[in-house]
Nanobody
Framework: VQLQASGGGSVQAGGSLRLSCAAS????????MGWLRQAPGKEREFVAV????????FYADSVKGRFTISRDIDANTLYLQMNSLKPEDTAVYYC??????????????????WGQGTQVTVSS
């Protein structure tokens, strides 16, 4: 399993960032893929998930309406468009997959593999 997140950075509140996650071809085709995040001193939490077909998406209440998850199957790449960023969005963001194929999980504990994260810092 190979997952590599990128695109993080430092922005002011109200700004936008787009995260990307490059996945191995074998990983990408039949797995629901998610974004998780972990802020300092806090547990890793679920942010968003997209089904293996791309037809279904689910979001944490804290990001609903501001973040959009998508996937480019041809490019084996997962995205997270983050708009209207808030200081409380500050965290290390990880792309992740569960061990089972063809499932769409909405809890961080259900994900078994994640790559190196990317830092997102939002200042007020």
């Amino acid at each position: 399993v190979q997952l590599q997140a990128s695109g993080g950075g430092s922005v002011q509140a109200g700004g936008s960032l787009r995260l990307s996650c490059a996945a191995s071809r074998r990983t990408f085709g039949s797995y629901g893929m998610g974004w998780l995040r972990q802020a300092p001193g806090k547990e890793r939490e679920f942010v968003a998930v997209i089904s293996w077909t791309g037809a279904n998406t689910f979001y944490a209440d804290s990001v609903k309406g501001r973040f959009t998850i998508s996937r480019d199957i041809d490019a084996n790449t997962l995205y997270l468009q983050m708009n209207s960023l808030k200081p409380e969005d500050t965290a290390v963001y990880y792309c992740a997959i569960p061990s089972e194929r063809f499932v769409t999980y909405t809890r961080a504990s259900q994900y078994n593999f994640w790559g190196q994260g990317t830092q997102v810092t939002v200042s007020s």
